[in-house]
């Protein structure tokens, strides 16, 4: 499989960008989701995830409430929808796909495959 990320931007605080990870050479069935990011010198973090069969959703503390994740089963892509956006989310954003069981979700090396990442930048 192969996963492409995109929609990533230049935005002011405050507001929102919608990010989209499409798979081509199967799809997501029986997989979960999940969007990282990383940051200049930082460690790369869990941000979001899904289940794509369930819908099970899973989010950073840092973005609950602010984040919203979503797939289309039709399009065999899933959306990172980014409101109320902050300097500090500014970072590189990855998706990538894996079967984590519940307590693993948020641990990068759960995920097997991953996309070629996407730029966010929130200015201030």
């Known amino acids: 499989v192969q996963l492409q990320a995109s929609g990533g931007g230049l935005v002011q605080a405050g507001g929102s960008l919608r990010l989209s990870c499409a798979a081509s050479?199967?799809?997501?069935?029986?997989?979960?989701v999940g969007w990282f990011r990383q940051a200049p010198g930082k460690e790369r973090e869990f941000v979001a995830a899904?289940?794509?069969?369930?819908?099970?959703?899973y989010f950073a503390d840092s973005v609950k409430g602010r984040f919203t994740i979503s797939r289309d089963n039709a399009k065999n892509t899933v959306y990172l929808q980014m409101n109320s956006l902050k300097p500090e989310d500014t970072a590189v954003y990855y998706c990538?796909?894996?079967?984590?069981?519940?307590?693993?979700?948020?641990?990068?090396?759960?995920?097997?495959?991953w996309g070629q990442g996407t730029l966010v930048t929130v200015s201030s």
């Open positions: 899904i289940r794509w069969s369930g819908g099970n959703t």
């Open positions: 990538a796909t894996g079967r984590p069981i519940a307590s693993t979700v948020r641990a990068h090396v759960s995920y097997e495959r």
């Open positions: 050479g199967r799809t997501f069935s029986g997989y979960a």
